[in-house]
């Protein structure tokens, strides 16, 4: 599933395509995908200027002057064309703008999804209500971590999953953030000290940047808009890597909790 990096590589890339040009055609292919698309999208699309693209969290936003703001989530294996030579079977939301460029979502597992909501109530979005700080963000610190943690018995590992405690993080960078602070990613969430959180707050933040860099992770299905693939996945110290040789010296292990995997290093992460 593309996480943070993959959808701020993805906003990025369309935002010198989109920003500030004219939707001359909105126009859906299927009538859904993991959920039906708004059955107004292209009545209120169609003719709008793109004034801004963001992220929040997994999800990418295309704000208009008309005041509503399409938002998107890629699923499982959904990415952008730009200015595709042909149509695919699986593009199923064609955008195209005053200058002649096309867009195409294509998303062959069906599992992301397309909303239109008012700009201003963007914040009421069902997804959106109980997500914590952005893990770039300000306000993303270590003594946040330490008050949002206070109490929690689960792993520090399935703890920064919850998307109520920090927003965008995935299993990905998980693994690599807490194998850079080392970090055991069992350890109850709310027994670690401060100074554990110092060095997991920056790890955190030089992780999503490396690999927000590096155009994300290519696993899969996932590549950036211009058809190119991230390569972050060239880098990764421990996620993917089990029974390799760690750079201590020892091995890359593997456990599953929470229906996901954890890749970590048990002689260098031992807090």
Known sequence: MPELPEVETTVRGLRPVLEGQVLTQVEPRRDDLRRAFPADLR??????????????????????????????HLGMSGRWRVDPSELLPHDHLLLATQPGRLLALNDPRRFGSVDLMPTDDV???????????????LAFTAEYLRQALAGRRLSIKLALLDQRIVAGLGNIYVCEALYDARIDPRTPAGTLALPALERLVPAV??????????????????????????????????????????????FVERYAEGGRSTFWCPHCQRS
């Not at 699309?45 to 992220?55: K, N, Q």
């Not at 089990?242 to 750079?247: L, S």
């Open 205 to 250: 933040k030089l992780v999503l940047e490396a690999a927000i860099a590096a155009g994300g992770s290519s696993l899969r299905d996932y590549a950036r808009p211009d058809g190119e693939l991230g390569y972050f996945s060239k880098q990764f110290a421990v996620y993917g890597r089990a029974g390799e040789p760690c750079a201590c010296g020892g």
């Open 43 to 72: 009545q209120r699309l169609t003719g709008a200027r793109v004034t801004t693209l963001r992220r929040r969290a997994k999800y990418g936003l295309i704000d208009t002057d008309r005041g509503d703001t399409l938002i998107f």
């Open 123 to 137: 914040g009421d979005f069902p997804a959106f209500r109980l997500l914590g700080p952005e893990p770039l963000g």
